[in-house]
């Protein structure tokens, strides 16, 4: 009963101190929760009134039209092209603070440089040469705003801010709570001039580096600047200014809300708005840049739209890690921002009562386990924790969902979890540190031979993170969505249990390391955290007595109403980064690197080419107790080398005559394929489809039916994937 109480006012004084280390630490705790629920309540169906398309500046558009940055010119094609789509906002996530060079002044410098006189034509040129000055003038009759980055760190000052379009009664606004920052890069003066509007796109991450709030203003030099959303949204609107609302705390005046109008935005003491985030990337209309400038055709999803004109190309970095997905497109994220600031229903907000609401829970869960708890067995007190905790945590989600109202939940379930533990007696404590580390660590992942070498020899194993040669085998069922759409939970339950459970002791009896189980497929590599030198010949042993042991179970799983179970493999060797990895919220021991995406790659393969299993070259060249034939030389999607792919078919010390004569014939087949010869290689490629009825051969009759008689200059037999 004491501990209770005592826990439950060392809680209330945790959540009321000022001390930054602690509000650090129940930011970083209340992110926990707060990401629970945003996932939980996504996605969210978009309200197309008004329309919000993204204009991404991607891969293909860079492909096409060169790298970033474009020249202002083609800017300016892009924003007229749109124009011309009845837009009714454009807006830019990207700053133009940069003068482009005019191409004259190259010319001149030349001349210069070369002891020639400069003609006088060049002059004549020189304006209409301007980039800038064309950007300028084509964007002055548009509704176009700019965006441009704010610094609260960098005191730079780069460009002329815009004027500001929100207005207050504040008198002293040194006293108001906004964020303020130290320096700027805006867009060159003659842009700013010539556009609509202008705000700042600038988003600092919370404490974990992951993006969950936004500022929609901002203060800078005493003057109070709109956010690029928020501006946009103004401009949408119709309205002439923002309406910052705020009220006296003591020496300060805090925010309260921003108005647009008829429509109120909810911020907190700092015009901050919680994100409201409505599913994964691409939940808005996405259309690329070169598909604007480049398509002659109209584009009705632009009528009467907000076009945001950003990047989601990787080498832009434009990329930030949000709750809902790990690297989400900044543009994406202002159009989520833009959503809710002309939907202001969606966004959740923090209200004034929030302190006394949580010091209230806090005492009322102390005061119920503190009547309860001794009364209870520690089973009995397993459930009504478990109970409360649910409870607790459901109640705030109901909060969150229904009336968009956010408030802390972190420390009442910590109170709960804390004061049930105190109850709950157990000795699993009691146990050797490195014994319990090393089974909870890897005990999920390997076979219990390996566990006991570790703890036998803990010092052989490190959790850090370190890059090693090893093998990474991905498997995952065919059509696995036709098949268990029939089936009743609990029949895909126990479906997945007979086939996993058999599919991981052979992995477990390969010496193998189970990376993870994402419904049917299943990742795992060799090599760690034991290093084996066949990890190879290992990983491709154990798919061989897979694929044996799929075929044996079909009986099994007909009884469940299962037909033509089938699996498809894919296995690589090379360099990977190893170890434990994930964040502070979640951790575990695992592969990472492109080697391992390849070993995806093959497995996505195996179903194109008909085959059970695909391994690439490297593997093939440690597998010397295996036989293997040649299936393609392909690049797959993500990766500029070609890689030579096989399947294995059968161990060396089992291969047959009839196989042995049937490998041969597929050899001389590939030969000629590869060797250009393509009459000769039809002609046994049909041989062997009519004799085995493969989809491979079939495959290959097509492609090079699909392919003209006259073999291509260069032609190396490289096959290009474009999917994944």
Not at 89 to 109: A, C, G, W, Y
Request: neutral net charge; contains cysteine; proline residues 4%.
């Amino acid at each position: 009963m004491l501990s209770a109480i005592v826990l439950t006012v060392l809680a209330s004084l945790f959540y009321l101190s000022n001390n930054s280390t602690v509000i650090e630490i129940l930011q970083r705790l209340e992110a926990i929760p707060y990401d629970v629920r945003l996932k939980l309540n996504t996605p969210i169906k978009v309200n197309d009134t008004p329309p919000i398309v993204i204009i991404d500046i991607d891969e293909a558009s860079l492909k096409q039209e060169g790298r970033w940055p474009w020249s202002r010119k083609k800017i300016a094609l892009l924003i007229n092209k749109l124009a011309k789509n009845d837009t009714a906002i454009i807006t830019m996530d990207v700053v133009q603070s940069e003068r482009e060079e005019n191409p004259t002044q190259q010319l001149k410098q030349a001349l210069l440089d070369l002891k020639i006189k400069t003609p006088e034509w060049i002059d004549t040129v020189e304006d209409k040469l301007d980039a800038d000055a064309y950007f300028a003038y084509t964007i002055k009759d548009k509704d176009l705003v700019l965006g441009y980055p704010f610094h609260n760190k960098l005191l730079t000052q780069t460009g002329k801010l815009p004027k500001t379009s929100v207005e207050s009664d504040i008198n002293n606004i040194e006293n108001l709570t906004t964020i303020n920052m130290v320096g700027y890069t805006a867009n060159l003066t003659e842009f700013t001039n010539s556009a609509s509007g202008s705000g700042f796109f600038s988003i600092a991450p919370d404490v974990d580096g992951t993006v969950r709030r936004a500022p929609i203003i901002a203060k800078y030099n005493d003057q109070i600047y709109p956010s690029l959303a928020l501006e946009a949204a103004r401009l949408y609107l119709l309205e002439d200014e923002i309406k910052l609302h705020t009220a006296t705390v003591g020496t300060v005046q805090t925010i309260t809300h921003l108005s647009l109008g008829k429509l109120k935005i909810p911020t907190d003491a700092q015009g901050q708005i919680l994100i409201p985030y409505l599913g994964k990337q691409k939940h808005f209309s996405y259309i690329s840049a070169s598909d604007i400038i480049n398509k002659d055709k109209r584009f009705p999803e632009l009528e009467n739209a907000i076009a945001i004109i950003g990047t989601s190309a990787i080498g832009l970095a434009d990329l930030r890690p949000t709750p809902v997905q790990v690297s989400f497109p900044g543009v994406e994220i202002q159009a989520n921002i833009l959503h809710g600031i002309l939907h202001p229903e969606t966004i959740a907000y923090i209200p004034d009562w929030t302190e006394g609401a949580t010091i209230l829970t806090l005492i009322i869960l102390g005061v119920i386990m503190m009547l309860l708890y001794p009364l209870l067995q520690p089973i009995s007190l397993v459930f009504s924790g478990t109970a409360l905790l649910f409870i607790n945590f459901a109640y705030n989600f109901w909060l969150w969902s229904s009336l968009h109202i956010n408030l802390p939940v972190i420390m009442s379930l910590l109170l709960i979890m804390a004061v049930s533990s105190i109850y709950v007696v157990y000795d699993l404590l009691k146990e050797n540190k490195d014994r319990k580390r090393i089974h909870n660590m890897f005990g999920r992942y390997v076979p219990l031979g390996h566990i006991n070498k570790l703890i036998d020899n803990p010092n052989t194993i490190s959790t850090d993170g370190e890059k090693r040669e090893m093998t990474v085998l991905f498997s995952d069922l065919r059509n696995f969505t036709s098949l268990s759409e029939p089936l009743s939970t609990r029949e895909l339950k126990t479906f997945l249990n007979q086939y996993l459970t058999p599919i991981t002791k052979i992995i477990f009896d390969k010496q193998g390391t189970i990376d993870k189980y994402v419904g049917d497929m299943v990742m795992a590599f060799w090599g760690a955290p034991i290093f084996t030198p066949k990890h190879a010949e290992q990983a491709v042993e154990s798919a061989l007595i897979m694929q044996n042991k799929i075929t044996d179970m079909q009986e099994e799983f007909s009884k469940l109403g299962i037909n033509n179970v089938a699996a498809g493999i894919g296995i690589h060797t090379g360099e990977m980064n190893v170890g434990d990895m994930g964040s502070d919220y979640r951790r575990a021991y695992t592969v990472l690197g492109d080697a391992v995406n390849l070993g995806s790659r093959l497995e996505s393969l195996t179903k194109y080419y008909g085959v059970k299993i695909l391994v690439s070259e490297d593997t093939k060249q440690q597998c010397p107790n295996v036989i293997f034939r040649y299936i393609d030389n392909v690049r797959v999607k993500g990766k500029q080398d070609a890689v030579m792919i096989y399947e294995p078919i059968v161990m060396k010390v089992d291969l047959s005559t009839i196989q042995k004569e049937q490998l041969q014939k597929h050899q001389e087949a590939f030969d000629l394929y590869l060797a250009g010869n393509w009459e000769k290689a039809t002609k046994i490629f049909t041989k062997l489809y009519e004799k085995t009825n493969e989809s491979l051969y079939q495959l290959y009759l097509v492609r090079i039916k699909e392919k003209s008689t006259k073999v291509p200059i260069n032609w190396d037999g490289v096959h290009t994937h474009t999917t994944k």
